[in-house]
Every structure is written in C-alpha cells, then in structure tokens.
C-alpha cells in the first residue's frame, strides 16, 4: 500500500502547476511486479486539473465501493477523492471487500471499521486473523497496534467531506511513520524476548 501512495501522491503532487486524478482507485487497477512493487494501473478515466484547479465536475463514473461521495452523487473529483479511495482499498487490504454481503442498510465498510476502533471494542474482530497470529506470539500487540494504526489513517482518508480528508502526501508520510514504528517494536519485542 505504501507503493500505491507513493504513486497517488506523484501522480497528485508531482506534476505542479497541474494534478492527475485518477478517478477510479481500486484492487483491480493496482498491478503487483515480480517483486510485489504496486503499480498503478488503468488511468483511462483520469483527469488533469490545472493550476488554480481544485475540483471539477464529470460525468464519468468511478466504481461503486470504492468512490468518494462527492464524486457519485454531484460528479466532483479532486485529488481527495483518490485519497478517499485509497482509503476504502487500504481497508480492504487488511480486512473485507466494500461490497462484502455482510454490508447491508445503513452498515459499510468504513462504519465497521470506525466501530472497531472504539475503545470497548477490539481490532481483532475486524482484521485478517492470519495476519495478526496470536496472543501468543511475542509481536501480537505490535501487529494489533500497527494495524489499529493503519486502520485510523484509512479513515482519515475517509472522512465524508472534502475538507475533512488528508491529502496523499499526508498519506504517504503517515504510512512510512507506522512502518518505522512497527519495525522498530518488533525489533525490540525480538531483543526482550
């Protein structure tokens, strides 16, 4: 996930005066190398903001799951709306698809996990068990922490309004701060134990 921020993050930042959105940010459109680099992939419905340009309107559809609101409802893209579904991938990533059957009526993914992280309730319940292990292994509360962590900064790219989200370098440099971290404490969890 980290490759594929860096990649939004050229994509949104890299190429000032203007910005590529992507549009339609999703598993399927993230090709993984021999070397399992991430790459983004399919930018056939990608659009070029221009300097001064913040958002624009259109009437192309992303995928559903995986669009930001502004974008289903009113058509608006921005960089923020990749960063929005950035957001729902890294979710999937660690945990169920938007779309899974379990989310029906008002319940979606993004409630699910919010819910996960409240302090009586648990990140266990959501996440991958095979990547957390178990309460046995000597790095149990170092994957649990890493995960909850990743799991606040899917949200942070979440939020329902525009205004709210962080952008993609804010992404991308929280990220590298939780890989530093979980590196750091799994190292020292292996020099205790």
């Not at 409802?73 to 950035?86: L, W």
């Not at 962590?149 to 942070?156: E, G, V």
Request: aromatic share 6%.
């Amino acid at each position: 996930m980290k490759d594929v921020a860096s990649a939004l993050e050229y994509l949104h930042h890299g190429h000032r005066p203007n910005h590529v959105v992507h549009c339609d940010v999703k598993p399927g459109n993230i090709l993984l190398d021999d070397d399992m680099v991430a790459h983004v992939a399919d930018l056939g419905i990608a659009r070029l903001l221009g300097e001064g340009d913040s958002m624009t309107q259109t009437t192309t559809l992303a995928t559903i799951g995986y669009m930001a609101p502004e974008f289903g409802m009113e058509g608006i893209i921005s960089t923020r709306g990749d960063v929005y579904s950035f957001g729902i991938v890294l979710m999937e990533t660690f945990t169920r698809k938007p779309t899974d059957e379990i989310f029906v009526g008002e319940m979606n993914l993004k409630q699910w996990i919010a819910n996960s992280l409240l302090p009586d309730a648990a990140i266990v319940e959501v996440v991958d068990a095979d990547l957390l292990g178990t309460e046995e292994d000597g790095d149990f509360v170092s994957r649990r922490d890493c995960l909850s962590s990743i799991m606040r900064l899917a949200l942070a790219c979440c939020a329902e309004l525009l205004k709210e989200r962080i952008n993609m370098q804010e992404a991308l440099v929280t990220l590298n701060k939780i890989k530093i971290k979980f590196l750091k404490d799994i190292k020292s969890s292996k020099h205790s134990a």
